[in-house]
């Protein structure tokens, strides 16, 4: 009797390699920043791209969304956008005497908030709530957002006529914040020949499933971290708040933020425990963004990127962790 055949689960480390390759078709040369977009879809943050026009930022997004079998939703941030363009609003019917609400962009899986320092700060607001509760309050009603929900950022650091620059509460909102930078030189010869007749983000299909990743977001929560390694995080974020270039060091919240994308950093890598180098690796992108360093910090040469290198080198790693 011939044994039925055995259909092949996919391992996290799997599905998390087919999401990068996919992505990687298109944004050709960064492979650790489409690994840490990724990583954070998968910490369940939000991610803000930021860099100068033309590098990618909006591929990148793009390219993560269409890797997904997922619903996702462009919005153009501009000046003239209210909030109700984001959450919906409710259309009064004349046939059953009710109110019917019109969900906005926000009821998708993947949004992309493109250029989101050109809208006014009324209109950013509007997408605490969303980002940080995943849901939305409409004329007193509450509507949940389905999971996996990711805000995907973009705004542009060169250009600031005509913007609105995002406040600290906001910027926390973020749990990683990224800039592509320029290829190098093989990358961009790559990017040339693959302009061809068809462009490659048209052409590109999804690769995970909703209730893929889904499970792997449920994987990441269960990754194990070890009391030492937690006493790690929390000398890191004493140190910072004792930095003398420092104003305003990591908040709890920061801690926790970085816990998520060590875990799910870890996950990447197949394992299910996290690594002090698992800390290395994502601190930069969930830290930089939540410091604030003194005033005469730019005189000094002190950057974000600096300070925290300066944290991971000056703090002891736990014995154990």
């Known amino acids: 009797m011939t044994a039925a055949p055995t259909t092949q689960i996919p391992t996290f480390a799997s599905l998390f390699e087919a999401i990068t390759d996919n992505i990687a078709t298109v944004i ?3 492979e650790r920043e ?7 879809l998968l910490a369940e943050g939000h991610l803000l791209i930021e860099d100068v026009p033309g590098v990618g930022k909006t591929s990148l997004a793009k390219a993560l969304a269409a890797s997904l079998e997922c619903t996702w939703k462009r919005v153009q941030f501009t000046p003239d956008l209210l909030p109700t363009d984001l959450v919906g609003v409710s259309i009064y019917q004349r046939s059953t005497e009710t ?3 019109r969900p906005g962009p926000l009821f998708a899986n ?3 908030a493109d250029e989101i320092n050109r809208a006014s700060p009324k209109t950013q607001s509007a997408l605490l709530e969303a980002m940080e509760e995943r849901q939305v309050s409409v004329e007193g009603r509450t509507h949940p957002l389905s999971p996996p929900f990711m805000v995907i950022a973009t705004q542009n650091p060169v250009e600031q006529e005509g ?7 906001q910027l926390d909102r973020f749990l990683l914040r990224l800039s592509l930078g320029y290829p190098g030189r093989e990358a961009e010869l790559s990017i040339l020949d693959a302009q061809g007749a068809t462009d490659a983000l048209v052409v590109l299909r999804p690769v ?3 209730a893929e990743v889904i499970a792997m977001i449920d994987a990441v929560r269960n990754v194990h971290l070890a009391d030492p390694l937690k006493a790690y995080l929390v000398d890191l974020a004493e140190a910072s708040r004792k930095h003398p270039g420092i104003t305003l060091g990591m908040s709890p919240r920061a801690t926790l933020q970085l816990a998520r994308a060590t875990r799910a950093h870890a996950a990447s890598s197949g394992r299910k425990y996290g690594t002090p180098d698992d800390v290395k690796a994502v601190a930069s992108a969930v830290l930089c963004h939540r410091l604030v360093l003194r005033a005469d910090a730019a005189a000094r040469g ?13 703090v002891p790693i736990s014995r154990g962790a």
């Not at 489409?34 to 954070?40: D, E, F, G, M, S």
């Not at 002190?302 to 000056?314: D, G, I, N, P």
């Open 34 to 40: 489409i690994q840490l977009a990724v990583v954070c």
């Open 208 to 210: 995970v499933s909703t």
């Open 163 to 169: 913007t609105y620059r995002l406040p600290e509460s």
């Open 28 to 30: 050709r040369g960064k």
């Open 99 to 101: 109110f019917d609400f």
């Open 110 to 112: 993947i949004v992309l």
């Open 302 to 314: 002190l950057t974000a990127q600096r300070a925290v290198a300066e944290l991971l080198a000056s």
